[in-house]
Nanobody
Framework: QEQLVESGGGSVQVGGSLTLSCVAS????????MGWFRQAPGKEREWIAS?????????SYAESVKGRFTISKGNADNTLFLQMNSLKPEDSAMYYC????????????????????WGQGTQVTVSS
C-alpha cells in the first residue's frame, strides 16, 4: 500500500535550520498535491505549505512560514522536502507530510481533510 514516511526532525536553537524529508513508497500518481502540515500540543493541525505535481510545480505557503520555509520535490518525484530557516519557538510541532492523490482540484488545498494519505510525523523542537 502507499506510504509516506517523514524524517529530519530534531531539536534546534532559535534562528537555526532544519530540512524535513518525506519519502513516498508505492506512490504512482502523476497528478497530485503534496503538503506539509504541523500540529503543536493543544492546537489544531495547521497547513503550512503545498506543492503541485504540474511541471511548473507551483507552491503556496501559510503566512506564518512564508519567506522562511521552502517546499520542494526531489528529482525522483517520490520525495518531498521542507527546508526550514530562521526557526522560531512557535515552529515547534509535529510535522506531517500529506498527499492529495489523485488530485481533483485545480489548486492544492489547505484543508487537511482533502488530503487522503498521511505520514506518521516528525517532531521539530525549537528552543531559545
Amino acid at each position: 500500500q502507499e506510504q509516506l514516511v517523514e524524517s529530519g526532525g530534531g531539536s534546534v536553537q532559535v534562528g537555526g535550520s532544519l530540512t524535513l524529508s518525506c519519502v513516498a513508497s508505492r506512490f504512482s500518481h502523476t497528478n497530485y498535491c503534496m503538503g506539509w502540515f504541523r500540529q503543536a500540543p493543544g492546537k489544531e493541525r495547521e497547513w503550512i505549505a503545498s506543492i503541485n505535481s504540474d511541471s511548473s510545480s507551483p507552491t503556496s505557503y501559510a503566512e506564518s512560514v512564508k519567506g522562511r520555509f521552502t517546499i520542494s520535490k526531489g528529482n525522483a518525484d517520490n520525495t518531498l522536502f521542507l527546508q526550514m530557516n530562521s526557526l522560531k519557538p512557535e515552529d515547534s510541532a509535529m510535522y506531517y507530510c500529506a498527499a492529495d492523490a489523485p488530485r481533483l482540484r485545480p489548486e492544492c488545498s489547505t484543508l487537511e481533510w482533502e488530503y487522503n494519505l498521511w505520514g506518521q510525523g516528525t517532531q521539530v523542537t525549537v528552543s531559545s
